[in-house]
């Protein structure tokens, strides 16, 4: 049941999936599974995901580049950008008294 977030030490499970999504870190882990790597749960499916890219050079490329124009948005300078803009948003929302 639920998905596992985080490593051995720092788990956090969610009792559904919809639970975990609801999580704004859960739910951008998950919505990169599959685009620019892949989520695995355990060792024995490491193993045979890695295998599986090894043999999709085509899926491998793809990923490469999904993963690179996702590390773009993970620049000090985009990170700054977002933070600014939503401080904005509450500021505005604070005086409007929303």
Do not use: Y
Not at 20 to 25: I, N, Q, R, W
Not at 26 to 32: G, P, T
Not at 43 to 71: C, F, K, N, S, W
Request: hydrophobic letters at 45%; one cysteine or more.
């Amino acid at each position: 049941p639920g998905r596992t977030v985080l490593g051995d030490h720092d788990a956090v499970e969610f009792r559904s999936d919809e639970q975990g999504e609801a999580s704004p870190l859960a739910s951008r882990l998950f919505e990169i599974d599959g685009v620019t790597g892949v989520l695995v749960d355990d060792p024995t499916a490491m193993g045979a995901t890695i295998a599986d890219l090894l043999a999709d050079e085509q899926r491998r490329t793809q990923m490469g580049l999904a993963a690179v124009g996702h590390a773009a948005g993970l620049s000090w300078t985009a990170v700054a950008a977002r933070q600014a803009a939503r401080l904005a948003d509450a500021c505005e929302s604070a005086a409007s008294g929303v």
